[in-house]
């Protein structure tokens, strides 16, 4: 089991091609638990590294990671 398990679970959940959150809002999902790095590194939400443990939340559900840093959002969108 993942702490991102539930980001993977919200992504899952959603019909939709394509899903805008802000950084606090995936903060809300993951119970408190996006990391700083996420906040200030857009490498953080790469979507070429299954490697990653939070990139498999998003890849597993079939999304990728499209993040603005200055808006401090995350546009997911289906792969």
């Known amino acids: 089991m993942s702490k991102y398990d539930a980001l993977y679970k919200h992504l899952a959940a959603h019909e939709g091609e394509r899903l805008v959150m802000s950084f606090d809002d995936v903060d809300e999902v993951l119970g408190g638990g996006l990391p700083p790095s996420g906040r200030r590194h857009r490498e953080w939400w790469a979507s070429h590294d299954d ?15 499209y993040p603005d840093m200055r808006e401090r959002t995350v546009t997911f969108e289906r792969a």
Do not use: M
């Not at 498999?56 to 079939?62: E, F, H, K, P």
């Open 51 to 65: 490697r990653h443990v939070q990139a498999r939340a998003w890849l597993d559900a079939g999304f990728r990671a």
